[in-house]
């Protein structure tokens, strides 16, 4: 499963988890999270996920200010129908984001075929 309603989505864990592994000394060579194809909850997506060798011990991490919003990162994505409802959301997306703040990339990601699932 890449998508669920339930659970986190692949790329939320990618784009989260991933940048705070790094910040406890995971090191950045070998570690990536590659989303082969997509499926919605029935599964058949299929995600590759690469973890180097894990130091002797991890840094230890504080987080003192939580700070303010500097930029939006988000995924659209589709599988088995038109890449226009993509570009709907993406639009409906920055119609509010934008409101907000000017760094807004919201990434396409249509699948069909093989890389759709099964």
């Known amino acids: ?4 309603s339930k659970d986190p989505s692949v790329d939320t864990f990618k784009r989260t988890t991933l940048p705070l592994l790094k910040r406890f000394g995971i090191p950045s060579e ?14 058949g997506g299929e995600v590759l996920l690469g973890v180097p ?4 011990s991890l840094s ?4 003192i200010d939580e700070g303010m919003v500097k930029r939006i990162k988000g995924t659209a994505f589709s599988t088995k129908v038109s890449y226009q409802f993509e570009k709907t959301m993406i639009n409906a ?3 509010i984001f934008n409101r907000l703040l000017p ?3 919201i990434f396409q990601d249509h699948r069909f075929g093989q890389e759709a699932g099964k």
Do not use: F, Q, Y
Request: net charge positive; hydrophobic share 35%.
């Open 1 to 4: 499963i890449t998508n669920d």
């Open 30 to 43: 070998g570690l990536d999270l590659k989303i082969e194809s997509r499926r919605s909850p029935r599964g």
């Open 53 to 56: 060798i894990v130091p002797n």
């Open 60 to 63: 230890a991490v504080t987080w």
């Open 93 to 95: 997306v920055r119609g």
């Open 103 to 105: 760094d807004v990339h």
